[in-house]
Every structure is written in structure tokens, then in C-alpha cells.
């Protein structure tokens, strides 16, 4: 049974720093691109970044991109996500996820994580 597992949200003030972290567990994490991605309220689940298996190839939504940085360890089957300068824009349910292809079109992805909140407040 393939679980991803997210920690690390919370609520920080604008321009404060987030580390969000993913641990995978039920597949074999190196063989996987992973990805987040976020919702906020009232609207659609928006692609942020993924990092490839191997880790050598990064792509970002131009929203995070200099302020997001994504980075995986692939003896801990673990995912992070490096969220600095953050805005009251970035509040959202945060996602992981996993896909069998590393791609620059969000989807598909076969396995998500349950999320975790991030609030940035003014």
C-alpha cells in the first residue's frame, strides 16, 4: 500500500519560511518523479513544482519559481519542499505527489499525499 505522508505546514507571517517534507513509503521511491502541488479555498488543485527520480531535473509553477525550492533524498524515500519569502497568495492545502513519468504537464500523478496546511498571514 503506497503512502505519502506530508509534515511541515503551518502558520508563518509573510516573508518567513516554510520546509514542507513528504515521506513515501509502499513504492520504490527512486523510481518516481515527485511533485506538489496546492489548493486553496474555492479553487482548482494547482501544479507548484516536481523533481525528477533522480533528482538531477527541477521544474516550478512561475508563481514559487526563485522563492520554491524542491529537492528529494532518495535513501530516506523523502521529498522536501524549501518555501521562502512567503505570501498571504501561498495559503493553501499542500499536496506530494507521485507520477511514473517526469514531465512539465501537471498531471498524471498516481499516488497523493492527504496534505498539509500552510497559512501566510499579512
Known amino acids: 500500500q503506497v503512502q505519502l505522508v506530508e509534515s511541515g505546514g503551518g502558520l508563518v507571517q509573510a516573508g518567513g519560511s516554510l520546509r514542507l517534507s513528504c515521506a513515501a513509503s509502499?513504492?520504490?521511491?527512486?523510481?518516481?518523479?515527485m511533485g506538489w502541488f496546492r489548493q486553496a479555498p474555492g479553487k482548482e488543485r494547482e501544479f507548484v513544482a516536481r523533481?525528477?527520480?533522480?533528482?538531477?531535473?527541477?521544474i516550478y509553477a512561475g508563481s514559487v519559481k526563485g522563492r520554491f525550492t524542491i529537492s528529494r533524498d532518495n535513501a530516506k524515500n523523502t521529498e522536501y519542499l524549501q518555501m521562502n519569502s512567503l505570501k498571504p497568495e501561498d495559503t493553501a492545502v499542500y499536496y506530494c505527489a507521485a507520477s511514473r513519468t517526469y514531465t512539465a504537464r501537471p498531471y498524471p500523478v498516481e499516488y497523493w499525499g492527504q496534505g498539509t496546511q500552510v497559512t501566510i498571514s499579512s
Open positions: 509502499g513504492l520504490t521511491f527512486s523510481s518516481y518523479a
Open positions: 523533481i525528477s527520480a533522480s533528482g538531477r531535473s527541477t
